[in-house]
T-cell receptor
Framework: KAGVTQTPRYLIKTRGQQVTLSCSPI?????VSWYQQTPGQGLQFLFE???????NKGNFPGRFSGRQFSNSRSEMNVSTLELGDSALYLC?????????????FGAGTRLSVL | DQQVKQNSPSLSVQEGRISILNCDYT??????FLWYKKYPAEGPTFLIS?????DKNEDGRFTVFLNKSAKHLSLHIVPSQPGDSAVYFC?????????????FGKGTRLHILP
């Protein structure tokens, strides 16, 4: 069974640009959650999608948005990039939701904003 | 407000000895706790979990202890092996609420010394 796939693995952008990250969950998983990992801050929750609906949202500005498609694949978009957005962005999928089932993480997309 | 705290950013343990990683939480409504392990350039992987109705859960070399009155949990690794060198994240949630979210700590980097 294929794991969670995140593309691209690495991205370099400049301030003010926008970026879209992609996540393909494990087949059959309907929940996709996104996290930001920065040094010293651990995993900070961005949002969770379940069956194409945003179920929960973390404390991030509106520049961070996401969506989920009918095949459960998810995308995350960050507009007007700032230097502080440089981080590892992780996607995790689970069967019924992050509080109900174990989450399986992808390897992440490392975003560098110059 | 940090609801899940891992107060030790790093820990070094001799190979073969016991590794003890600690985690404190503030929200008494949390009823499910997890530990994830993360290697560089990989996503976190689930290690072990414990429900609030238990005070101990064991899986091979890994044991998690939960002290609800102290709002404290710990992960014991016995014996420690070189492959255990990684970052360990503690996480907590209210499993009874599917719309709730998992809260992660900032992680503890474990170094197993030869």
């Amino acid at each position: 069974k294929a794991g969670v796939t995140q593309t691209p693995r690495y991205l370099i952008k400049t301030r003010g640009q926008q970026v879209t990250l992609s996540c393909s969950p494990i087949s059959g998983h309907r929940s996709v959650s996104w996290y930001q990992q920065t040094p010293g801050q651990g995993l900070q929750f961005l949002f969770e999608y379940f069956s194409e609906t945003q179920r929960n949202k973390g404390n991030f500005p509106g520049r961070f948005s996401g969506r989920q498609f009918s095949n459960s694949r998810s995308e995350m978009n960050v507009s007007t990039l700032e230097l502080g957005d440089s981080a590892l962005y992780l996607c995790a999928s689970s069967l019924g939701g992050q509080t109900k089932n174990i989450q399986y993480f992808g390897a992440g997309t490392r975003l560098s904003v110059l | 407000d940090q609801q899940v705290k891992q107060n030790s950013p790093s820990l070094s343990v001799q190979e073969g000895r016991i590794s003890i990683l600690n985690c404190d939480y503030t929200n008494s409504m949390f009823d499910y706790f997890l530990w994830y392990k993360k290697y560089p350039a990989e996503g976190p992987t689930f290690l072990i979990s414990i429900s609030s109705i238990k005070d101990k859960n064991e899986d091979g070399r890994f044991t998690v202890f939960l002290n609800k009155s102290a709002k404290h949990l710990s992960l014991h690794i016995v014996p420690s092996q070189p492959g255990d060198s990684a970052v360990y994240f503690c996480a907590a949630s209210r499993r009874s609420n599917r719309d709730d979210k998992i809260i992660f700590g900032k992680g503890t980097r474990l170094h197993i010394l030869p």
